[in-house]
T-cell receptor
Framework: AQSVTQPDIHITVSEGASLELRCNYS??????LFWYVQSPGQGLQLLLK??????LVQGIKGFEAEFKRSQSSFNLRKPSVHWSDAAEYFCAVGAMGGGNKLTFGTGTQLKVEL | DSGVTQTPKHLITATGQRVTLRCSPRSGDLSVYWYQQSLDQGLQFLIQ???????AKGNILERFSAQQFPDLHSELNLSSLELGDSALYFC??????????????FGPGTRLTVL
């Protein structure tokens, strides 16, 4: 069974600083990996996805993530954080077979200091 | 706006009651998924339907059931409600079937409060 670990529950960064949110997954085969963002009272918005190919993927809002098979990681990065990026970020892994369910990490709450 | 709609947005009810949550997937999407988000359990997969058929089950209680109708909208029925069922319930949809994997797009959720 697949699993996702997001080791950082809370992260605080200053506006304009760089950001890296960590995600480690466990899955036997090549995973389908996702980052979603949830603003307060809102649904989940897909930031980016990795299915195959180039291990550095670009997403919306200036985010990118890098798939590292050797480290079972899919960390999310942004070079310069904006105050509007304050939200909760979820890493998720999907798998074919037995349905296409997503398994989510526990989330990382991002606070941006002005 | 993801194109997935959910109604109602908020639902307040009492223990022991039954409620129905409704979801309309994005146009063209055949798969519908239900997830529960709670403080203690996080985001958990409940059930998936593909073109009217149940495809996969997750941590869904026996008191909960779902179905997908011919027009592809889906309903999640929660009965004999308990305080612990209070949560945000998300519906998601994707094109994905048995032979492909595609990203899921989430609706805004239904916040259920059981008093």
């Amino acid at each position: 069974a697949q699993s996702v670990t997001q080791p950082d529950i809370h992260i605080t960064v200053s506006e304009g600083a760089s950001l890296e949110l960590r995600c480690n997954y466990s899955y036997g085969a090549t995973p389908y990996l996702f980052w979603y963002v949830q603003s307060p009272g809102q649904g989940l918005q897909l930031l980016l996805k990795y299915f195959s190919g180039d291990t550095l993927v670009q997403g919306i809002k200036g985010f990118e993530a890098e798939f590292k098979r050797s480290q079972s990681s899919f960390n999310l990065r942004k070079p310069s954080v904006h105050w509007s990026d304050a939200a909760e970020y979820f890493c998720a892994v999907g798998a074919m077979g037995g349905g296409n369910k997503l398994t989510f990490g526990t989330g990382t709450q991002l606070k941006v200091e002005l | 706006d993801s194109g997935v709609t959910q109604t109602p947005k908020h639902l307040i009810t009492a223990t022991g009651q039954r409620v129905t949550l409704r979801c309309s997937p994005r146009s063209g999407d055949l798969s519908v998924y239900w997830y529960q988000q709670s403080l203690d359990q996080g985001l958990q997969f409940l059930i998936q339907y593909y073109n009217g058929e149940e495809r996969a089950k997750g941590n869904i209680l026996e008191r909960f059931s779902a179905q997908q109708f011919p027009d592809l909208h889906s309903e999640l029925n929660l009965s004999s409600l308990e305080l612990g069922d209070s949560a945000l319930y998300f519906c998601a949809s994707s094109i994905a079937g048995a032979l492909s994997y595609n990203e899921q797009f989430f609706g805004p959720g239904t916040r259920l409060t059981v008093l």
